[in-house]
Each structure stands twice: as C-alpha cells, then as structure tokens.
C-alpha cells in the first residue's frame, strides 16, 4: 500500500465522516473504524500513523457507554482523544480545528500527505488482482456514476475477467445506452453484455399508474433480467458493486441507526452465491468522480447529475405510454443541452422534465391542438431533504418553451414547476 493512513475510532460522534473528509483534503488518507477494534486488527491496517477517538452524542449504545478496549489506549500509535468527560482537545473555531488536525496528522503522527487517485487507483489494482485471482467478475453497469468508475477501475485491473452487463429497460435518458457502449465496449474493449429489455419492461409496466407500484415493477424486473445474463455466464465467483462510503455510513455503524439500508444489486437470489468486489466503498462521491476522471472516463459520465433507478418511469406520470415517454426523453435532452450551453450545468443541482398524463387544448399553424404538457423542474439541495428552485433566466425558459414545443412530437405547453421541498418532492411521482 502506498498511502499512510489515520484512522478515526467511532465513539458516537456524528462529525466522524467530517474528520475522515478533512484529513484526506489535507492529502493523508483516513478511514473510520468501530470503536471495538482489536490492536490486531488495527495492526493488520496498513500504514497506520495514527488514531482519532471521538466521542459523541450517541457513545451511549443501548444504554451502555462504549469505548476503545484498554489495549488501544496503550499502544504507541499516537492518538487524538476527544473525551466528553473533559478536556476537549478541539480549539474553538473553525480555522483553529484545521491547525490542531493538521499540527497531530503531520507533527505528531509524522504522516505523509501522499493520498492522491493516482496511488489509490494503483493500491486497488493492487489489491483487485489478488483478491479476484484469474476468476470472473460480473458488474451490473447501469451508466451512472458509481457503476461507471468500478467498471473502469476492474477493467484496468482484471481486463476481460470482468463482464459488465447493461441492462436497457427503456427508461433512461436520451443517448445513454449508446453512450455506455461507446465508452466501455469501443474505448475501453470491455466484455460487455448489452441486454435490449425495452419492450419487456414497457409491457409490464403497461397500465400501471401508481408510483410504488411502477416502482416495484422497475426493480423487480431489473433484478431477473440481470439474474438471467448471470446464469448464461459461466464459472463467474465475484459481483462487482458501486457501493461508495455514504452507501456504508447510511446503511448505520454501530453507534448510528441507519438513514437507509442500501443494496446496489439488491434482493439478487441467494443461490447465485458471489463474493463481492467494492473497491469503491472507501470514498466519498466527490473522490468517486475524481477517481473516474483519473480512469479516463469523459466529463459527461463522471459529473451527471443524480438520476433515479426507476429513471424516466417516474417522469412519464401515471401509466407509462410510449408517445409521452419518448416526449420526456426528447424534451429532458433539449433542456440538458439549453442548460449546458448556458452555463448551468454543474451549477443547478438536479433538472429535469417530467410529463403528467394531461392534455390541453393549444393553436399551431391555425389549427387547434389537443396536446401534452411538459414541466421543467430545476433543483438546489445538499441532501436531497429539501431543496429550493433554481432562479433561471426567463428569457431562457421562453427558449426552451420554443424547442419543446416546436421539436418534440404531441407537446403545445410548457409549465415551470416553482415549489421548493417541502412542500414539493424533488422528483413528481
Ligand atoms: P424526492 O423526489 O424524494 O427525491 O425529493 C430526492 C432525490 O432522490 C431521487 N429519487 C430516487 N432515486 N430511486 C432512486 O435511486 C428512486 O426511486 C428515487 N426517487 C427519487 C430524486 O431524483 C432526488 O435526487
């Protein structure tokens, strides 16, 4: 391994992630660990200059105060303890916090500031290769950002030992199937299965008006489609996932409960027995894109904006008919493309369109029409918990209302969607 680490020891402090964030801007890798690790265990880390433990508001678990055992109090690791009994070794203030943390990670423990993608992405390779061996590797490549950069660290690491399967059930957004085949298949020669599933998602989804349901449906088929290409495979031992350390620290740590449980793959049948491959599960978003950009993979895959499993299902409101979700497609690409050329791309947090099953009575080429609206929804948030709409030029929206309405088939109206969350959700369905 070629980066020193420190590793925080979980004692209940909600700023853990926080820390482990500061040291690696700070250039020193950090992880979190539970407050139960054996010496051994910390040990068998690699390249440990240090320990943080840092007590917080949840140290009391089911009525009991945890702690590190006496064996990490004693080792000659140096160590930053945060003791809620007392003594606080924080400074007050922001900027005098980064100065303590920078004076112990790099005067105390004597760390190198040596964490950068290009080391991380050698150690993974690294460490891949010797925990695949000359097996197989099967990762479900949905296309965004998390799927996309596992592909590409496996596929440096173990080639065509990797088979990537794409599964297009007809609800993604204009040109991203066309664009996982081109980046995996033609510029980086992956082993990818592109399965065409269109129709059959569309057929089962045929009526189904109630979002939880399309949902449900979405998910569930996804899961036997990709349960089918596995058993076609042969001999393969390993599932490669785009877990990511906010998938870890949401899913609940032994002294936080968990926000919510995520499963990448999840539900797939037990019998199809993988051991898993996450080499992602150790970064932060931010440090996901950076390693994807490091890869090689383009801009547009690596900063997408954040875009729902059940993608445009949940945009074509109410049953899914083929001519509005083709109109959503089509509408949701002319506003990524007004918006990327005008400077907002990166800037607004999440923007889309979405479809409601609604007809209104319109003129075009003196002729009345009877045809579908379309509503724009342009989003800033931190968590996705709330969110307020995004000031866009008006003279901006009137353009995109003139490409909607003349180059997408069966629309006459475009509506901007004004509400903040609450009282709005962020996505219509
Ligand atoms: P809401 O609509 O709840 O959305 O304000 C918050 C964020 O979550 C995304 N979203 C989903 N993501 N599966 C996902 O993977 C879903 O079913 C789903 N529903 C909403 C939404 O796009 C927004 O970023």
Same mark, same amino acid.
């Given at each position: ?7 925080v020891l979980d004692l209940g402090s909600e700023e853990n992630p926080k ?77 005098a916090r980064k100065t303590a943390l920078k004076n112990f990670v790099f005067?105390?423990?004597? /760390?190198? /500031? ?77 082993? &990818? ?25 979405i998910g569930g088929e996804f899961i036997r489609v990709f349960e089918e ?55 932060? %978003? ?54 990327? %050329? ?54 901006? &929206? ?32």
């Amino acid at each position: 391994m070629k980066q020193d680490m420190i590793v925080v020891l979980d004692l209940g402090s909600e700023e853990n992630p926080k820390i482990a964030r500061e040291i690696r801007a700070l250039g020193v890798y950090s992880e979190i660990h539970p407050h139960d690790i054996t010496l051994a265990e910390l040990n068998a880390l690699p390249n440990v200059k240090g320990i943080i433990l840092n007590g917080g508001p949840n140290r009391v678990v089911d009525g009991v105060e945890i702690d590190v055992s006496q064996e990490i109090y004693d080792c000659d690791i140096p160590a930053l303890l945060v003791d809620h009994r007392g003594d606080d070794p924080w400074p007050a203030g922001e900027e005098a916090r980064k100065t303590a943390l920078k004076n112990f990670v790099f005067t105390i423990c004597g /760390a190198e /500031a040596n964490w950068n993608m290009d080391n991380f992405i050698a150690d993974q390779v690294e460490l891949i290769r010797s925990q695949v061996g000359d097996k197989k590797v099967l990762l479900a490549l949905s296309g965004g950002v998390d799927s996309s950069v596992v592909a590409a660290l496996l596929i440096k690491a173990i080639g065509r030992q990797l088979t990537c399967v794409h599964v297009n059930h007809g609800l993604l957004r204009k040109g991203e199937p066309e664009q996982v085949v081109q980046v995996f298949r033609n510029e980086m020669d992956a082993n &990818l299965v592109y399965v065409d599933a269109v129709d059959r998602f569309l057929d089962k989804l045929a009526g189904v008006a109630e979002p939880e349901k399309k949902r449900k449906i979405i998910g569930g088929e996804f899961i036997r489609v990709f349960e089918e290409e596995a058993r076609k495979l042969d001999g393969i031992q390993f599932l490669g996932q785009g877990t990511i350390y906010p998938d870890i620290i949401e899913s609940g740590t032994k002294t936080v409960k968990a926000v919510k449980s995520h499963h990448n793959v999840g539900g797939l049948p037990e019998d199809l027995d993988f051991e898993l491959v996450e080499p992602l599960k150790m970064l932060f %978003k931010d440090e996901v894109r950076a390693c994807g950009k490091a890869l090689g993979l383009p801009d547009s895959m690596v900063y997408r904006q954040p875009f729902p499993g059940p993608g445009l299902g949940v945009r074509c409101l109410g049953a899914i008919t083929r001519d509005r979700l083709e109109a959503v497609r089509e509408s949701d690409a002319i506003l990524r493309e007004e918006f990327a %050329k005008n400077g907002l791309e990166g800037k607004v947090w999440q923007y889309f369109t979405a479809i409601p099953d609604l007809k209104s009575v319109g003129v075009r080429d003196n002729r009345r029409t009877d045809e579908w609206c379309v509503i724009i929804r342009a989003v800033n948030t931190v968590d996705a918990m709330t969110a307020t709409v995004e000031n866009v030029p008006f003279n901006l &929206l009137q353009h995109i209302t003139d490409r909607i309405t003349s180059e997408v088939k069966g629309v006459n109206r475009v509506l901007f969607d004004l509400t903040p969350k609450p009282t709005g959700t962020i996505e219509w369905e």
